[in-house]
């Protein structure tokens, strides 16, 4: 069974602040991961995906990835309150078929 | 550019009766899959169609669960003689041939009364 493992929170943080959202893997055979947003009652939105070893950067997101220790991690920089949701992550094993975590929940106080 | 759209976007349902989900993909895209979820829990896969075709379905519950993508229209999930442990979020993602990043509709809220 492919697992992928998430904090399930809530992290809270400070306006302003950078939020650091962690998620590891089972299969050492995954090709690509991503980051979902879902605000309560929304759809997930996605945020960003990388697929190499290293870090993705995309306006105040970063995505790490370290295929080794199996684990990808999404960061907020200058959190706003408008951040606040759950945050999915994904990996997509054997192309087109998708796993999901639980979620982490991200609380960023004005 | 429309994004995935779904209908309806609530049900109700008495036990016993069927639901019906209906998902058309984003413009281009051809590649459909289904989720479910239940409050305070991830999205767990169900399955993964292409047109006329169910590629993966090890997702999808032995009986009762069904889906299709025709050749013309949209992909449908049906779930036959519905109980109330169906009552969930369903959303329906859509990619694009070749490519493995999903956007996602505004999901089914199924209530199983």
């Known amino acids: 069974q492919k697992e992928v493992e998430q904090n399930s929170g809530p992290l809270s943080v400070p306006e302003g602040a950078i939020a650091s959202l962690n998620c590891t893997y089972s299969?050492?055979?995954?090709?690509?991961f991503f980051w979902y947003r879902q605000y309560s009652g929304k759809s997930p939105e996605l945020i960003m995906f990388?697929?190499?070893?290293g870090d993705k950067e995309d306006g105040r997101f970063t995505a790490q990835l370290n295929k080794a220790s199996q684990y990808v991690s999404l960061l907020i920089r200058d959190s706003q309150p408008s951040d606040s949701a759950t945050y999915l992550c994904?990996?997509?094993?054997?192309?087109?078929?998708?796993?999901f975590g639980s979620g982490t929940k991200l609380n960023v106080k004005p | 550019n429309a994004g995935v759209m779904q209908n309806p976007r609530h049900l109700v349902r008495r036990r016993g009766q069927e639901a019906r989900l209906r998902c058309s993909p984003m413009?281009?895209?051809?590649?459909v899959y289904w989720y479910r979820q239940l409050p305070e829990e991830g999205l767990k896969f169900m399955v993964y169609?292409?047109?006329?075709?169910?590629?993966?379905e090890s997702g999808m519950p032995k009986e009762r669960f069904s889906a299709e993508f025709p050749k013309e229209g949209p992909s449908i999930l049906r779930i036959q003689q519905v109980v109330r442990g169906d009552s969930a979020a369903y959303f329906c993602?859509?990619?694009?041939?070749?490519?493995?990043?999903?956007?996602f509709g505004p999901g089914t809220r199924l209530t199983v009364l």
């Open positions: 994904a990996v997509n094993y054997n192309f087109n078929k998708f796993y």
């Open positions: 990388i697929y190499s070893n």
């Open positions: 993602a859509s990619s694009p041939q070749g490519a493995d990043t999903q956007y």
């Open positions: 413009k281009g895209h051809s590649h």
């Open positions: 169609l292409q047109k006329e075709n169910i590629i993966d």
């Open positions: 299969d050492r055979g995954s090709q690509s």
